[in-house]
């Protein structure tokens, strides 16, 4: 297991003082994002020869969020290696009592970004993580199947703010543009987000929600209806 502590800022905090969930996602990803550079495979080993780990899925339950100036331990660990995916496990607690806040599972792809297809992992790459068990929480299908009437939310269109070192729309602002359309007073007890095409510099989005349930969903499309990504977002 790996595991790095941090405190909560002003700037990582929504308009109640808790962490914010796009925050929560930076949290979740920079630590594996640590990991990798501390055992030698991160951006700086896969850089050079243009490979990258790219997110296919999130499954993401909240208890509650910690609140501003808290001290809080975020832990990563790999549960299973199978060619070029990667499933990994996050937990994020208060460092004083080890209360858990929140917890996930996500699974990601390693790529050749140049080429564009998968690039599967050496032994070596294999090796230099600890595999462990899978975090003990219900595992929900990657793929978010809803039924409905979608209605359209308006279009944005990607600004260079929202890149990453990959040239493409970094994972974590998926959830933070969502969360600007889900209900103002939704108390969110899960996220799940399904990636499928990568947003880029310049492109024009189509937004549209619904709202189902106990649930509420955030599409992104093209003009044409094609999808970029899914997300759901449970209410407590």
């Known amino acids: 297991m790996y595991s790095f502590?941090?405190?909560?800022?002003?700037?990582?905090?929504?308009?109640?003082?808790?962490?914010?969930?796009?925050?929560?996602?930076?949290?979740?990803?920079?630590?594996?994002?640590?990991h990798a550079e501390d055992v030698g495979v991160g951006f700086s080993y896969l850089e050079p020869d243009h490979r990258a780990w790219i997110i296919n899925a999130w499954q993401i339950e909240i208890e509650e969020m910690p609140i501003l100036g808290e001290e809080v331990v975020v832990e990563t660990w790999p549960n299973k290696f199978v060619k070029f995916i990667g499933n990994r496990n996050y937990v994020i607690k208060g460092k004083k009592d080890g209360k858990v806040y929140a917890r996930a599972n996500s699974i990601w792809a390693l790529y050749d970004m140049e080429k564009g297809f998968p690039s599967v992992m050496t032994a070596d790459e294999v090796a230099a993580y600890n595999i462990e068990e899978p975090l003990d929480m219900p595992e929900k299908p990657r793929k978010i199947r809803v039924e409905g009437d979608f209605e359209s939310a308006g279009t944005l269109i990607i600004m260079r703010d929202r890149l990453d070192t990959n040239i493409h729309v970094n994972n974590a602002q998926y959830v933070k543009l969502a969360c600007n359309y889900i209900p103002e007073d939704m108390k969110v007890a899960g996220v799940r987000v399904e990636?499928?095409?990568?947003?880029?510099?310049?492109?024009?989005?189509?937004?549209?929600?619904?709202?189902?349930?106990?649930?509420?969903?955030?599409?992104?499309?093209?003009?044409?209806?094609?999808?970029?990504?899914?997300?759901?977002?449970?209410?407590?």
């Open 5 to 34: 502590e941090s405190r909560i800022r002003y700037s990582e905090t929504d308009n109640t003082g808790h962490l914010s969930l796009g925050s929560l996602v930076d949290y979740f990803q920079d630590t594996s994002t640590f």
């Open 195 to 236: 990636y499928k095409v990568s947003m880029k510099l310049g492109d024009e989005i189509w937004v549209s929600t619904l709202k189902k349930d106990n649930y509420f969903y955030v599409k992104y499309t093209d003009k044409e209806g094609a999808d970029y990504a899914i997300i759901e977002f449970e209410s407590k």
